[in-house]
């Protein structure tokens, strides 16, 4: 079993791939935590498929449900209420763990609610989409979204294991498959240029799901996130890096709704504009812009962000986490494989968003 481990002092964990990973699970869970009590965080989707199998996984364990609505918009403080009532109901004590079983939305909910919960309890990630596979699982960012932006109220706090079985990515519809993708596109064009060049030459395969490719990608995409948030849990630097295409992908999600357009379908768009803001710049070449469009294209991934006005954009990029007096840390592509940090004024970013749509 490929296994990924996240170096960060008292606070390091492994993180275990492959198909069936969660086999006997409440084993595996047992070794991680101090007490034999767990409480399952998952949504209504999950739940109906996979609860009656995930209770005989944790036998061993005393497990108890928590069920929340499915989807992005639930996201919120109120869902995070909800949950600390719940789990005060249940006398859930500082030795009981909470596994967060889900996506991206359950895996962040869930880690902030183990964060702040009694000040801190155990907190076990098992990812079931691609994108919390390849990304939210790992790291330690937890949160919850306000109307104003995005993952603006959260908080860092690492899981003591993350289970990642790939046999759960079978239930994924091929719009969620993608989102993911985008994330794993991701990781080649910031940091591994041979990894993008293994995604163009394997996309058939990816897209058909073969068992032993989406291994590799899951692994290698794990793999470059451990070694950047070992290097720099905080973000006070390099971890950075992660952010490319999330200051317009998030803005994108903020001004959508949160439920139009999905958290990697945004990251798609926000890659392709930092390519083509790269471009403007003379940071990089116009070819590096044209492969990234090509993969994205031929995944079935969008390439073109909603016309939503310069104003607006500004507004809620302003409120970034990333934003400070108005400058923002943004991620620029040099080549594919190499990107770098470049702050920018907030207006400066968004001045150039109606200029690829004329120049395609």
């Given at each position: 079993?490929?296994?990924?481990?996240?170096?960060?002092?008292?606070?390091?964990?492994?993180?275990?791939?492959?198909?069936?990973?969660?086999?006997?699970?409440?084993?595996?869970?047992?070794?991680?935590?101090?007490?034999?009590?767990?409480?399952?965080?998952?949504?209504?989707?999950?739940?109906?498929?996979?609860?009656?199998?995930?209770?005989?996984?944790?036998?061993?364990?005393?497990?108890?449900?928590?069920?929340?609505?499915?989807?992005?918009?639930?996201?919120?403080?109120?869902?995070?209420?909800?949950?600390?009532?719940?789990?005060?109901?249940?006398?859930?004590?500082?030795?009981?763990?909470?596994?967060?079983?889900?996506?991206?939305?359950?895996?962040?909910?869930?880690?902030?609610?183990?964060?702040?919960?009694?000040?801190?309890?155990?907190?076990?990630?098992?990812?079931?989409?691609?994108?919390?596979?390849?990304?939210?699982?790992?790291?330690?960012?937890?949160?919850?979204?306000?109307?104003?932006?995005?993952?603006?109220?959260?908080?860092?706090?690492?899981?003591?294991?993350?289970?990642?079985?790939?046999?759960?990515?079978?239930?994924?519809?091929?719009?969620?498959?993608?989102?993911?993708?985008?994330?794993?596109?991701?990781?080649?064009?910031?940091?591994?240029?041979?990894?993008?060049?293994?995604?163009?030459?394997?996309?058939?395969?990816?897209?058909?799901?073969?068992?032993?490719?989406?291994?590799?990608?899951?692994?290698?995409?794990?793999?470059?996130?451990?070694?950047?948030?070992?290097?720099?849990?905080?973000?006070?630097?390099?971890?950075?890096?992660?952010?490319?295409?999330?200051?317009?992908?998030?803005?994108?999600?903020?001004?959508?709704?949160?439920?139009?357009?999905?958290?990697?379908?945004?990251?798609?768009?926000?890659?392709?504009?930092?390519?083509?803001?790269?471009?403007?710049?003379?940071f990089c070449k116009k070819e590096e812009l044209s492969r990234l469009q090509a993969l994205l294209q031929k995944?079935?991934?969008?390439?073109?962000?909603?016309?939503?006005?310069?104003?607006?954009?500004?507004?809620?990029?302003?409120?970034?986490?990333?934003?400070?007096?108005?400058?923002?840390?943004?991620?620029?592509?040099?080549?594919?494989?190499?990107?770098?940090?470049?702050?920018?004024?907030?207006?400066?970013?968004?001045?150039?968003?109606?200029?690829?749509?004329?120049?395609?």
């Open positions: 079993m490929p296994q990924v481990k996240v170096n960060l002092d008292d606070r390091s964990y492994t993180i275990d791939i492959a198909p069936g990973a969660s086999l006997n699970m409440g084993t595996k869970i047992a070794k991680f935590i101090p007490s034999r009590r767990v409480v399952v965080l998952t949504n209504t989707t999950l739940a109906r498929l996979y609860q009656k199998k995930l209770t005989r996984e944790l036998k061993t364990l005393h497990a108890q449900w928590i069920v929340i609505p499915d989807g992005e918009k639930y996201k919120t403080l109120q869902t995070v209420e909800k949950i600390y009532w719940k789990m005060s109901d249940l006398k859930v004590d500082r030795k009981t763990a909470l596994v967060a079983f889900g996506g991206g939305v359950v895996g962040d909910i869930g880690g902030f609610v183990a964060a702040t919960y009694l000040r801190g309890i155990p907190f076990i990630q098992v990812p079931t989409t691609l994108l919390a596979q390849v990304d939210s699982s790992v790291g330690g960012k937890t949160g919850v979204d306000l109307p104003a932006g995005k993952n603006l109220v959260g908080a860092f706090y690492q899981p003591k294991w993350v289970c990642i079985d790939t046999n759960f990515l079978n239930t994924l519809s091929k719009r969620e498959f993608l989102c993911g993708l985008s994330e794993v596109i991701k990781y080649g064009v910031l940091w591994d240029e041979k990894f993008f060049k293994y995604i163009e030459s394997h996309l058939p395969k990816i897209l058909k799901m073969d068992p032993n490719t989406l291994n590799t990608i899951v692994s290698r995409s794990c793999h470059i996130k451990a070694l950047i948030v070992s290097k720099d849990e905080k973000e006070s630097g390099l971890r950075a890096l992660l952010n490319l295409g999330h200051t317009l992908g998030h803005a994108i999600e903020t001004l959508s709704g949160y439920n139009k357009i999905h958290h990697g379908e945004a990251i798609s768009m926000g890659m392709m504009y930092a390519a083509t803001l790269s471009v403007k710049k003379g995944a079935g991934l969008p390439t073109q962000w909603p016309g939503y006005s310069q104003k607006k954009y500004s507004q809620v990029i302003a409120l970034d986490k990333k934003t400070t007096n108005d400058t923002i840390r943004y991620i620029v592509i040099k080549k594919i494989g190499k990107t770098f940090i470049k702050p920018m004024r907030v207006s400066e970013i968004t001045r150039t968003l109606a200029w690829p749509q004329k120049n395609k």
